[in-house]
């Protein structure tokens, strides 16, 4: 199980961040100016609103619920490095990586408009296809370095819910981030969208990466510059083959694909608190940890996607976090199977 959780960590947000290919669509679709104020309304006003709401109900929640756990002798804290009545640690908590989003908007706009100047100078300067795949190299690579100099115990980068992160570690995300950028920017030179062209091998790909990359990740500890290698390729390659993956089985439009990932953003954003409370519940079974832990994460998830489907999806919260839904547009969309065309407002 702690296998599975050190893998899953290793690339979960890597995979995550390859959401600047969306950012790239949309600055290509929309401009520079739309494109920007949207995201702020997407990311920006649900993180502002989370930070004054969330975070605070989740300190509260968490003291309650672990002080009535040690109250109860059901849970030794005593290994943990802070009390977790003192409500100080959490900063940003889950919220770091909205976040770390507005900061990566931020520098790509920067970097769009110095592009523009750039060719407002020279209109005949054409970037050659060589240069684009440069500068992916330079990117995927990149994370080495922050890997091989950040201490850390645990497999893949290390997180900060701080407001003020390491910059070694927002340049580790960060190239996760240009490199979907500018593979979106690749499509326009070869034929199709690069970030794809690899679905064929994603077998290979995933097999690779959790069989071979992960254990030498782990086995190589004492190797700093060989461990983090491992552990840099093996984000990078299961990000690519979960995306072969999807691309394989998941190609075509359907609604319920479409509703788990327009509902993933609200159970992501209010999920932790909820989760508190059923720790709190089943803590004071005798059940397996493995069995609590599936039926916590079962009891977040359902409870959450019921609060979603009758007082979220089709109310102004809903529209700000997903774009407008409409109770009749979702039952024609069911009973084709798909929506008619694919959303990418709320991407990265």
């Known amino acids: 199980m702690l296998a ?56 509260w929640v968490g003291d309650k619920i672990y002080t009535w756990i040690i109250t109860e002798g059901r849970f030794d804290f005593s290994r943990l490095n802070s009390d977790p009545g003192e409500g100080s640690g959490i900063g940003l908590a889950h919220l770091w990586f909205l976040w770390f989003l507005l900061i990566y908007i931020t520098v790509v706009a920067v970097l769009v408009l110095i592009a523009r100047a750039i060719r407002h100078l020279w209109p005949r300067l054409v970037v050659p296809g060589w240069l684009w795949t440069v500068a992916i190299v330079a990117l995927i690579l990149s994370p080495v370095f922050t890997e091989a100099t950040t201490a850390s115990e645990e497999f893949g980068p290390p997180t900060d819910n701080s407001w003020t992160p390491s910059i070694g570690l927002l340049m580790y995300y960060l190239a996760f981030y240009g490199v979907g950028a500018l593979l979106y920017g690749r499509s326009s030179t070869v034929a199709g969208p690069a970030i ?34 491992a552990q840099v390729a093996c984000a990078w390659t299961m990000a690519f083959g979960l995306i072969g993956l999807f691309k394989a089985v998941f190609a075509k439009e359907r609604f319920w694909v479409r509703y788990a990932s327009d509902s993933s953003y609200w159970l992501y954003i209010v999920h932790l608190p909820v989760v508190f409370v059923f720790q709190g519940v089943f803590a004071f079974t005798d059940w397996s940890g493995a069995i609590e832990a599936v039926l916590i994460a079962a009891s977040t998830v359902s409870s959450m996607l019921i609060v979603y489907a009758f007082a979220v999806r089709y109310t102004p919260l809903g529209w700000l976090l997903n774009g407008r839904r409409t109770l009749r547009n979702d039952m024609r969309a069911l009973r084709r199977g798909s929506f008619a065309q694919p959303a990418v407002e709320a991407a990265g």
């Open 4 to 59: 599975i959780i050190d893998l899953i960590h290793g690339f979960r947000m890597p995979l995550f961040f390859l959401s600047g290919y969306f950012l790239a669509m949309l600055i290509h679709r929309r401009g520079l100016t739309r494109t920007v104020g949207q995201r702020a309304l997407r990311i920006g006003v649900p993180f502002g609103i989370a930070v004054v709401t969330i975070i605070p109900l989740l300190e």
């Open 196 to 229: 794809y062209r690899l679905h064929r091998w994603w077998p290979l790909l995933l097999v690779v990466g959790a069989g071979a990359l992960y254990p030498l990740g782990v086995g190589a500890a004492s190797i700093p510059v060989v461990s983090a290698v």
